[in-house]
């Protein structure tokens, strides 16, 4: 009886260690396999009560734009995103023909370009510094000159000039270092006032030099198509200034 209960006990423990001594082979083995390119890595998953659960990172509710802390970049798509000194866009192709108005942002030191009610180019601008301030007004094309020369400011060139009062207001290509700078003109950028000189007309084009005083909100981002109180100011121009 006592050699059975000893054999049997003999058995067990050897089953015992067979069945360990397979468990430590399989584990060094998976240890030791190199990890194969075709290996899809498994995110790990945060399970309710799991003391390892990621951080929550918050972003911030609002990001602005460089150059413009008032404008939320979140809304650059559907606004008039700030241009840098000197950047323009220029898309004639937009509104092949119809009518042109121009309107100049004083606050907003920018230019917008209308053909047809659609907007084809726009622009940084450089206006009158503090005591040479640029007239707000609603202005006809009076005189065009590829290249004139100041008759007030030591015959300083003006490339591209476009008159607007004959006391020396004009658009014409000019440094643009991003703030009121000029003499009083409206100065722009050089391939900008060349490409704006081809669309322009004494008889067909209106410029409206405005504030926000004159022009409410639009002044700022007035949009792709022509505001209805831009082109009632427009509409507004003494045609017998041109005379």
Not at 59 to 67: E, K, S, V
Not at 141 to 169: C, E, F, V
Request: hydrophobic share 35%.
């Amino acid at each position: 009886m006592d050699t059975n209960n000893k054999n049997q006990r003999t058995l067990l423990s050897l089953a015992l260690i067979a069945s360990l001594s397979a468990t430590a082979l399989f584990v060094a083995s998976a240890e030791e396999k190199p990890a194969s390119d075709d290996t899809v890595p498994v995110a790990a998953t945060a399970l309710p009560g799991d003391a390892q659960a990621m951080p929550v990172i918050e972003l911030p509710t609002t990001t602005t734009l460089a150059g413009d802390p008032t404008v939320d970049a979140g809304k650059a798509m559907s606004e008039d995103a700030p241009l840098e000194p000197g950047d323009y866009t220029w898309h004639p192709e937009a509104s092949p023909a119809g009518e042109v108005v121009i309107l100049v942002s004083l606050p907003r030191q920018e230019m917008n370009v209308y053909r047809g009610g659609v907007r084809i180019g726009r622009s940084s601008v450089s206006t009158g510094k503090p005591g040479n301030d640029t007239p707000t007004g609603v202005f006809p094309i009076l005189q065009k000159k590829r290249m004139h020369h100041s008759n007030l400011y030591d015959d300083a060139p003006m490339p591209y000039m476009q008159r607007l009062t004959w006391d020396g207001i004009a658009l014409h290509s000019g440094r643009n270092p991003g703030y009121p700078a000029s003499h009083g003109c409206i100065r722009l950028p050089d391939g900008f006032a060349e490409q704006l000189y081809e669309v322009t007309d004494r008889g067909d084009t209106t410029v409206v030099v405005a504030d926000s005083a004159m022009l409410g909100g639009e002044v700022f981002s007035p949009g792709e198509f022509a505001p209805t109180s831009l082109l009632a100011l427009a509409a507004s121009v003494d045609e017998k200034q041109t005379n």
